[in-house]
């Protein structure tokens, strides 16, 4: 599945200053995932982000979002607050082996970006049939088979 828990990011969020008081960072897209059936579905916040600018990848198991909003303003505005952010945006996610990163869908609407990640064939559940052998019977009685010639082996 994907990456649920990384010690070092709260650590490296005390550490750092934050977003807005360093120019040109980068700020985090918060998201949720859930698993709904066959598919792992991440919803990203992406709130004034023009569809053009997102770029959604797969590279090996990482997925990785990275998008830019630019403040709306026009020649001769006079800015009189400034505290949404801009610039670029990124997010990069571990897809774990039981996750199909080359079946990965993404849509986008009203500021939200979800991406669908099938599960791979190889995770999901399945029927394991089972059948007798030739050498051994079905029957088992404390911790003893009976094999077909009728003599117990433990």
């Known amino acids: 599945m994907l990456l649920r828990f990384d010690p070092f990011r709260d650590l490296d969020r005390l550490t ?6 360093r120019p040109g960072a ?7 995932a859930v698993r709904r ?9 992406l709130p004034g982000v023009d569809p053009d600018s997102i770029d959604l ?32 945006i ?12 080359a079946g990965v869908e993404a849509g986008y609407d ?3 970006l979800t991406v669908r990640i099938p599960v791979a064939a190889a995770a999901k559940p399945r029927k394991v ?6 050498g051994r019977s079905e029957a088992i ?3 003893t088979v009976k094999t077909s010639n009728g003599s117990e082996q433990s």
Request: aromatic share 2%.
């Open 26 to 32: 980068e700020s985090v897209m918060p998201m949720d």
């Open 90 to 101: 990124t997010r990069q996610l571990l897809l774990g082996d039981t996750l199909d990163g």
């Open 57 to 88: 990848t797969v590279e090996r198991n990482v997925l990785s979002v990275r998008a830019e909003r630019h403040p709306e303003t026009a020649e001769g505005d006079e800015i009189l607050a400034s505290e949404r952010r801009h610039g670029s």
């Open 129 to 134: 049939s089972v059948s007798g052998g030739s």
């Open 110 to 112: 009203r500021g939200v």
């Open 141 to 143: 009685e404390t911790g």
């Open 37 to 45: 059936g066959d598919r792992v579905v991440v919803s990203f916040d």
């Open 16 to 21: 750092e200053p934050p977003t807005w008081a």
